[in-house]
Structures are given as C-alpha cells and as structure tokens.
C-alpha cells in the first residue's frame, strides 16, 4: 500500500524545531479543538470560540467569543474549565479568562511573546500556561504573572502534574520535572531527561505517577515522575503526535503512520495493532471497550479496544477533510472536528450511525 503524505502542517511543524527561536515559524493554520461540559462542547477554530448543543448541534447564544474577531488572531487550543471561567491562549501571545457562556471576557494579558499551543491548566491557586517562547507561565487566577520557567527551545506540551511536581516537555528534546520554591515565587528544576527528540504534544501521565512521553524521534517513554527513570522505551512506526490514553494496564495510541495500537505499560510490549490506512495526528478517544479515531483521509474509525476480539472493526465513515483532532463524547454521539472539509465538527453515533454536523454561520 501506497504510505500517506506527511501533511503539509506536519512538515512545518516539524521544520519549526530547526529554526531559531526568534524566527516562530509555527504554521497559521489550525485546527478545531474540543472541551465537552454538561453536554455542551467548546469548540475553538481559527478566530473564535463556539459553543455548541452536545444533542444537536445548534450553536447556543450568545453563539461565538469574540462577536467580531476574523483574522484578528487563531486559537490553536482547547479553552480550559477553571472556577466555572474559560482559560485559553491564542497565537497572538494572549491569555484570556472568557464567560462559561461566552457573554463576555473579564481580563487578557500579553506577559508572552510566543504561541500558546496547549490549554492552561490549574496548580493549586496557579494558571500554568506553556507557551512557544520557550517558557511555561505561571499566573494566579486573575492572570497576574507570579513567576515563568524558561527552557532551551519552544514548550508546546500541556503541563501535567503529580503530587507537588509539574512536568513539561519542550522541542529541545527534553521533559522537566519541575516544583515551586519555597518562596513561591519561581520553580527549581528537580530533574530533567533528554529524550533524544522533540516533544510536541504527547505527554500525559497516569494515577501511578508514570509519564508517557511521544517524540519526533518516533520514540515513546515510559518514566517514573519521582526519580526521572526511564522504565521502558520503545520504537514506534510513526510519530505519536497527541497525549496517549492509559486504561488499567494497557496504553491506547495512534500514529502517524496510520497505526493504531496497544501496549503493556509494564514493559511496552505490543498487545495489538491496527493499520487505519493513513495518519492518526490526533488523539484516541475510549469509550466502554471501543476506541474511537480520526484519520487524515477524513475517516472516522471505530475499533474494539479488547485484546483479542472477535472483530477488531466495528465501523467506519467518511467524514471528509482532514481529522486532526482528538474525539469527545456528549451524551448520545462521539464528535469529531476537521479541517479543509464541509463541516467544522461531525457527530455520529456510537453504533456508528449518522448524528449532525456544525459549521459555523456567517
């Protein structure tokens, strides 16, 4: 079989990490993201934030954030549920806490200079924002900057955290295991790990406190969050792009090769693969014993996440575009977003049959 183009985003993405940072080249273009709160999914796509009806489809109003916005600047980012407010960073250097409604906006600042790529996470009484100047931001919830972390190259990776410890991986190839001072007023670095690769962002870490970590090395890790120790490394066919899914103990992941599969988190042993065909950019979705993706073909795939059942396909459907993001569930449909097709955010049922499409009005 013919192997897929690499996208055309990919590429740039990946010619990023060679250039300085003062240059940014990070692409324009990106794709819808999703939160899914009380049945109702937070979509952001190029300029704004669209809050839609998780049953059928239909914007809710007030319908988008901000009411007049094209061009004005991109979210590249899933908004963040803090304190019933929406935290989400933009590519034009700025933070903003936005109504759970999207009515208004109650402070934005630009203490950055790059990107923020991934969603602000909350630590304790602190806002952690990573962002493409190569620092994770730490602000308090009114988005008053108490300190930053700086590292030797772009952090796009969503910051996790485990106990008193925050994580971050960055395009110099290495994760950081970071705590808060004594003063609170900055951080120390109680260890680091090179990884012989970039990290966009895959990073995630279970209740155990293991991280996984996939880089452009097509590598992914296993590490102990506590010591920095590397329990298992394994190759894998392609690039592990987005955060993978641990469920008891298996790992749930898609590639860019087009491979979907399951390891052992003991060891990293394989315990199946499937070959959707062309790249799986986004993250995998699970829901009871299926597992949902998104492919760059624009295929929506359905498979069963068991280790030896009796059919590993469930279902497939065309959606079109190109399916980069990571699949939520509402109440009755697994959703998908996509770029470059008809529709902006595609849902379908968990049997597989049609739902709705939403495409923002003018």
């Known amino acids: 079989m013919r192997k897929s183009r690499i996208p055309l ?11 300085t940072a003062c240059t940014g080249a990070i692409p324009d273009r990106s794709w819808p993201e999703s939160l899914v709160v009380d049945n109702t999914i937070y979509t952001a796509s190029q300029s704004y934030i669209f809050a839609v009806d998780g049953e059928t489809g239909k914007e809710l109003d007030p319908k988008r954030f901000p009411k007049d916005a094209e061009g004005a600047t991109a979210f590249g980012s899933t908004p963040s549920l803090i304190d019933d407010q929406l935290y989400i960073g933009d590519y034009a250097s700025q933070l903003r806490i936005v109504a759970k409604n999207l009515s208004s906006q109650s402070a934005i600042v630009k203490d950055a200079t790059g990107r923020f790529l991934s969603s602000p996470v909350a630590f304790g009484d602190l806002i952690l924002a990573a962002n493409a100047d190569h620092n994770l931001y730490a602000f308090d919830k009114s988005l008053k900057l108490k300190w930053k972390f700086t590292a030797k190259n772009s ?7 485990f106990d008193d410890l925050i994580f971050v991986s960055s395009t110099d190839k290495s994760v950081y295991a970071l705590k808060q001072n004594a003063s609170k007023d900055g951080v120390d670095v109680v260890w680091s790990k090179d990884l012989g690769g970039s990290v966009f962002f895959s990073q995630t870490i279970d209740e155990n406190g293991i991280l996984y970590i996939g880089t452009l090395n097509n590598e992914l890790f296993a590490i102990d969050a506590k010591s920095g120790n590397i329990n298992w490394q394994v190759k894998t066919a392609g690039t592990v792009w987005a955060p993978v899914v641990v469920l008891g103990d298996r790992l749930f992941a898609g590639d860019q090769s087009g491979k979907i599969f399951a390891l052992n988190i003991k060891d990293g042993s394989q315990v199946w693969e499937y070959d959707a065909g062309s790249p799986v950019i986004g993250g995998v979705a699970v829901r009871e014993t299926s597992l949902f993706a998104g492919t760059q073909k624009g295929q929506a795939i359905c498979i069963s996440k068991e280790d030896n059942p009796a059919n590993r396909m469930l279902w497939t459907k065309e959606v079109g575009g190109k399916l980069y993001s990571t699949p939520v569930f509402t109440q009755s449909y697994v959703v998908f977003g996509g770029m470059e097709g008809d529709n902006t955010l595609t849902a379908i049922k968990f049997n597989g049959d049609s739902g709705w499409t939403f495409k923002p009005s003018k």
Do not use: D, E, Q, R
């Open 9 to 19: 985003l990919l590429v740039l993405i990946s010619m990023s990490v060679a250039l």
């Open 155 to 161: 952090i796009w990776t969503k910051p996790v955290i």
